[in-house]
């Protein structure tokens, strides 16, 4: 390729030249058209049907449109570019994004992103700056129809939302018939968008259908606000009003008239938000959105900026900063375990996966944005009626402070900005006849090169990585163990640097050895030994990979425990190296008290085994062994205590290991701890009343067998030792009453050991012994 290049291609029709361009740009003004439609996208193949739709979707779009504009550029022999300030706010986000993702504590994650959310990956933000690029230069009409379509699927998607509200599905697929689905994300996230869209909608500049739809579309938000009627919602909505009123008094011959209605919108937002305005049939049914509060998510930001200054943890990498700075603050919750994918809003995300840079590319863009509003008031009659624009832009910049973007959220940013350039810069363009210099032909030879390759070496990886997840979601679904297998296979050959895939692979490979040491040996089958061994190390290896390609991710160290610990009694030495895992997992994420509990519960387990086979082999060895690891589960449950005081789990498997090492009140004292928050739970009314038998407190242990029992009437076992306690305080009636509901139960119709003891009953011979020497049903 060389700088003939050009040259050689106009020559080959320079009769169809004008033609052809118009062409071109027919083509581009459709495509403009097309990806308006973004916000109601969606397909139902992957894991997430919004995020990786959405995604793929902008990245066709976008990078068809820049090929067919650099085509256009050559056909026509001429570069236009509406130069501004905002260019600049772009591009410092985009590299700020770029040298980010370098640094990534997870490249792979900051490229595509993860599952959950893909607005902030790398490929979004190339994709998303060459959008903004596209639709500010490449639209002939300043974005008009854009605008005009924008407007009409925002209603569309509004509209969908608010029929699902009231449980119209009208989508047509079974996954989408729930209240909590719409296209855009979470119910919040359509509340945001409404907010942000309203003053775009309400001050459309359109006539006759597009002005209809367009205003159609902000009342339909406007209700869908005021049905979720969140505080923050209305912040944001408010906010879009008072854009508004201050863009409009910027104005010459300015009327009170031309605000009356951002300020009717304020009055009803605080209004509703006095009133605690609620439709109760509805909003009952609403999912509860759970999300870091701002306090703690500012904790993350501040530790990881302490950590990692300039690049943070890199794009989409928020989890792993939240594990290590955040989770500790949720170890005394229900929500301990809980992992946060997104800050409480896009800018604590945004600085925890940028660091500095992030903050600094934010504040140029920012910069440009008061560059914008500037030019708005030196010279208001040039962007008279685009009022509507700007203060949706303001109210996104605002929203961005307060509640995390998805894809759609991060779209209409984009678009908001290049239709903003449009209204303030719009007349300001600079041209360039490629012919005139030699650096220009050549500069647009290497351009059009470079922007073919970038946009073909996008495309392949994105739909490799599209195709991987929806292998991905099959699988997830698939019943057949071998099926699965062959599916996840095809996943990693797709997308063979994703951490979640190895994860999945290692549990499908503990599943196909756990069917072969199920199914029944067969003498014939030579290769049985030979698939266990193969299953066995596949799984370790695949745990082992997730672990390489994202050390820093605790599921992954977590997941290599697991597969450890599913080998115990197969491989020698297993609980030591999942020990280790689950330890380094605690590192990354120190605020869990999973892992040691999970520590803990191995080691208690191994100690039931060894004493088992000590006593069926006499062993005093075995019975050391057994007390060594109910030293090593005692002290792993304690320090998930002290990591999480109130951890039931926890404290329940605590009282076990004190109850296997003969210490019953110590026991006892566990129990009681976590009973007054589990009293409806009759298993564990049962265990306690067996130990307060055995620590001789048997007033006690009759009330809660009795409480065991009344909770579930057909609990065999808790009727059997009820009995059994009944027959020892002297009441032979009531224990033969206990002896006959046990038989009612159909898995006990004709029992012999409960016919024996109501014989024995009523013959009145006692029972020798204490009640918890009598094996269970």
Same mark, same amino acid.
């Given at each position: 390729? !060389?700088?003939?290049?050009?040259?050689?291609?106009?020559?080959?029709? *320079?009769?169809?030249? $004008?033609?052809?361009?118009?062409?071109?740009?027919? =083509?581009?003004?459709?495509? =403009?058209?097309?990806?308006?439609?973004? *916000?109601?996208?969606?397909?139902?193949?992957?894991? @997430?049907?919004?995020?990786? $739709?959405?995604?793929?979707?902008?990245?066709?779009?976008?990078?068809?449109?820049? #090929?067919?504009?650099?085509?256009?550029?050559?056909?026509?022999?001429?570069?236009?570019?509406?130069? @501004?300030?905002?260019?600049?706010?772009?591009?410092?986000?985009?590299?700020?994004?770029? &040298?980010?993702?370098?640094?990534?504590?997870?490249?792979?994650?900051?490229?595509?992103?993860?599952?959950?959310?893909?607005?902030?990956?790398?490929?979004?933000?190339?994709?998303?700056?060459?959008?903004?690029? #596209?639709?500010?230069?490449?639209?002939?009409?300043?974005?008009?129809?854009?605008?005009?379509?924008?407007?009409?699927?925002?209603?569309?998607?509004?509209?969908?939302?608010?029929?699902?509200?009231?449980?119209?599905?009208?989508?047509?697929?079974?996954?989408?018939?729930?209240?909590?689905?719409?296209? &855009?994300?979470?119910?919040?996230?359509?509340?945001?968008?409404?907010?942000?869209?309203?003053?775009?909608?309400?001050?459309?500049?359109?006539?006759?259908?597009?002005? #209809?739809?367009?205003?159609?579309?902000?009342?339909?938000?406007?209700?869908?606000?005021?049905?979720?009627?969140?505080?923050?919602?209305?912040?944001?909505?408010?906010?879009?009003?008072?854009?508004?009123?201050?863009?409009?008094?910027?104005?010459?011959?300015?009327?009170?008239?031309?605000?009356?209605?951002?300020?009717?919108?304020?009055? +009803?937002?605080?209004?509703?938000?006095?009133?605690?305005?609620?439709?109760?049939?509805?909003?009952?049914?609403? *999912?509860?959105?759970?999300?870091?509060?701002?306090?703690?998510?500012?904790?993350?930001?501040?530790?990881?900026?302490?950590?990692?200054?300039?690049?943070?943890?890199?794009?989409?990498?928020?989890?792993?900063?939240?594990?290590?700075?955040?989770?500790?603050?949720?170890?005394?919750?229900?929500?301990?375990?809980?992992?946060?994918?997104?800050?409480?809003?896009?800018?604590?995300?945004?600085?925890?996966?940028?660091?500095?840079?992030?903050?600094?590319?934010?504040?140029?863009?920012?910069?440009?944005?008061?560059?914008?509003? %500037?030019? %708005?008031?030196?010279?208001?009659?040039?962007?008279?009626?685009?009022?509507?624009?700007?203060?949706?832009?303001?109210? &996104?910049?605002?929203?961005?402070?307060?509640?995390?973007?998805?894809?759609?959220?991060?779209?209409?940013?984009?678009?908001?900005?290049? /239709?903003?350039?449009?209204?303030?810069?719009?007349?300001?363009?600079?041209?360039?006849?490629?012919?005139?210099?030699?650096?220009?032909?050549?500069?647009?030879?290497?351009?059009?090169?470079?922007?073919?390759?970038?946009?073909?070496?996008?495309?392949?990886?994105?739909?490799?990585?599209?195709?991987?997840?929806?292998? %991905?979601?099959?699988?997830?679904?698939?019943?057949?163990?071998?099926?699965?297998?062959?599916?996840?296979?095809?996943?990693? $050959?797709?997308?063979?640097?994703?951490?979640? %895939?190895?994860?999945?692979?290692?549990?499908?490979?503990?599943?196909?050895?756990?069917?072969? /040491?199920?199914?029944?040996?067969?003498?014939?089958?030579?290769?049985?030994?030979?698939? =266990?061994?193969?299953?066995?190390?596949?799984?370790?290896?695949?745990?082992?990979?997730?672990?390489?390609? !994202?050390?820093?991710?605790?599921?992954?160290?977590?997941?290599?425990?697991?597969?450890?610990?599913?080998?115990?009694? +197969?491989?020698?030495?297993?609980?030591?190296?999942?020990?280790?895992?689950?330890?380094?997992?605690?590192?990354?994420? *120190?605020?869990?008290?999973?892992?040691?509990?999970?520590?803990?519960?191995?080691?208690?387990?191994?100690?039931?085994?060894?004493?088992? +086979?000590?006593?069926?082999? @006499?062993?005093?060895?075995?019975?050391?062994?057994?007390?060594?690891?109910?030293?090593?589960?005692?002290?792993?449950?304690?320090?998930?205590?002290?990591?999480?005081? @109130?951890?039931?789990?926890? &404290?329940?498997?605590?009282?076990?290991?004190?109850?296997?090492?003969?210490?019953?009140?110590?026991?006892?004292?566990?129990?009681?701890? #976590?009973?007054?928050?589990?009293?409806?739970?009759?298993?564990?009314?049962?265990?306690?009343?067996?130990?307060?038998?055995?620590?001789?407190?048997?007033?006690?242990?009759?009330?809660?067998?009795?409480?065991?029992?009344?909770?579930?009437?057909?609990?065999?076992?808790?009727?059997?030792?009820?009995?059994?306690?009944?027959?020892?305080?002297?009441?032979?009636?009531?224990?033969?009453?206990?002896?006959?509901?046990?038989?009612?139960?159909?898995? !006990?119709?004709? $029992?012999?050991?409960?016919?024996?003891?109501?014989?024995?009953?009523?013959?009145?011979?006692?029972?020798?012994?204490?009640?918890?020497?009598?094996?269970? /049903?």
């Amino acid at each position: 390729m !060389n700088i003939n290049f050009l040259q050689s291609l106009r020559e080959k029709m *320079p009769a169809r030249s $004008n033609s052809q361009s118009h062409v071109y740009d027919s =083509i581009l003004q459709w495509l =403009i058209v097309i990806s308006a439609f973004l *916000p109601v996208f969606f397909l139902p193949w992957t894991t @997430n049907v919004l995020e990786y $739709n959405k995604q793929l979707f902008l990245i066709l779009l976008t990078g068809v449109a820049l #090929i067919v504009w650099l085509l256009q550029a050559v056909i026509s022999n001429r570069i236009t570019l509406r130069l @501004n300030p905002i260019d600049y706010g772009v591009l410092a986000m985009l590299g700020a994004t770029l &040298i980010a993702t370098v640094g990534s504590a997870s490249r792979m994650t900051s490229l595509f992103g993860a599952g959950t959310n893909l607005s902030s990956s790398l490929i979004s933000i190339i994709v998303l700056s060459l959008f903004y690029f #596209i639709l500010l230069n490449a639209s002939n009409d300043n974005g008009k129809r854009f605008s005009r379509f924008l407007g009409l699927v925002l209603g569309i998607s509004f509209l969908i939302g608010l029929l699902q509200f009231f449980t119209i599905y009208i989508l047509g697929i079974d996954f989408t018939h729930s209240r909590a689905f719409n296209t &855009i994300g979470s119910i919040n996230s359509l509340g945001i968008l409404a907010a942000i869209s309203l003053p775009f909608l309400f001050k459309s500049q359109e006539r006759g259908f597009w002005k #209809i739809s367009h205003r159609v579309a902000a009342m339909i938000g406007l209700v869908l606000i005021a049905i979720i009627n969140w505080w923050l919602i209305w912040v944001v909505a408010i906010a879009g009003m008072l854009a508004m009123i201050c863009l409009a008094s910027a104005q010459k011959n300015f009327k009170i008239s031309k605000v009356l209605l951002p300020i009717v919108v304020i009055v +009803l937002g605080v209004f509703l938000l006095i009133i605690k305005f609620n439709v109760e049939s509805v909003k009952s049914q609403f *999912p509860v959105e759970i999300a870091p509060s701002f306090s703690l998510s500012n904790k993350v930001m501040n530790s990881t900026l302490k950590d990692d200054f300039f690049t943070g943890y890199g794009p989409e990498n928020f989890s792993l900063a939240f594990d290590k700075y955040g989770a500790d603050r949720l170890a005394t919750t229900t929500l301990s375990s809980a992992k946060f994918f997104d800050a409480t809003s896009e800018f604590f995300t945004l600085v925890v996966s940028g660091g500095i840079l992030a903050l600094l590319g934010l504040a140029v863009l920012i910069w440009s944005l008061v560059r914008g509003a %500037y030019r %708005y008031i030196d010279s208001p009659g040039e962007s008279a009626g685009k009022e509507g624009i700007l203060a949706s832009l303001a109210t &996104i910049i605002f929203a961005l402070f307060l509640y995390p973007f998805s894809m759609t959220h991060m779209f209409v940013l984009y678009a908001f900005l290049a /239709l903003s350039a449009t209204t303030l810069w719009g007349k300001e363009e600079k041209t360039w006849q490629l012919e005139e210099k030699p650096a220009l032909s050549l500069a647009s030879t290497v351009g059009f090169v470079g922007g073919l390759v970038l946009v073909l070496v996008g495309v392949y990886f994105s739909v490799s990585v599209y195709i991987a997840n929806a292998y %991905y979601a099959t699988t997830l679904k698939e019943g057949n163990t071998g099926l699965a297998a062959q599916k996840i296979s095809s996943v990693i $050959n797709w997308d063979s640097r994703t951490d979640t %895939y190895y994860r999945g692979a290692s549990q499908v490979a503990l599943r196909l050895l756990s069917d072969e /040491l199920n199914k029944k040996a067969d003498p014939k089958d030579t290769g049985r030994n030979d698939r =266990i061994q193969r299953y066995l190390s596949s799984s370790v290896n695949l745990a082992k990979r997730a672990v390489e390609l !994202n050390p820093k991710e605790a599921v992954n160290w977590d997941n290599l425990g697991d597969v450890y610990q599913s080998l115990f009694g +197969l491989v020698e030495g297993v609980d030591g190296e999942a020990e280790k895992a689950y330890i380094h997992a605690s590192e990354l994420r *120190p605020g869990d008290p999973e892992y040691f509990n999970k520590i803990g519960t191995m080691y208690l387990r191994k100690a039931d085994v060894l004493r088992q +086979l000590a006593l069926q082999q @006499n062993s005093s060895s075995l019975v050391r062994q057994a007390d060594e690891s109910l030293v090593k589960s005692e002290a792993s449950f304690k320090k998930a205590i002290e990591k999480s005081p @109130n951890y039931g789990m926890a &404290i329940y498997n605590l009282g076990v290991v004190y109850e296997r090492e003969g210490k019953v009140r110590e026991s006892i004292q566990q129990l009681e701890k #976590i009973a007054p928050f589990n009293a409806n739970q009759p298993s564990l009314m049962f265990e306690l009343g067996l130990l307060y038998y055995r620590n001789g407190e048997k007033d006690k242990a009759l009330g809660t067998l009795e409480r065991a029992v009344s909770l579930a009437p057909d609990y065999a076992n808790a009727l059997w030792y009820l009995g059994l306690l009944y027959e020892e305080r002297g009441d032979t009636q009531a224990a033969i009453t206990q002896m006959q509901k046990i038989l009612k139960i159909e898995v !006990n119709k004709g $029992n012999k050991t409960v016919l024996n003891k109501i014989d024995q009953l009523r013959s009145g011979s006692k029972a020798q012994g204490k009640i918890t020497d009598q094996k269970p /049903l």
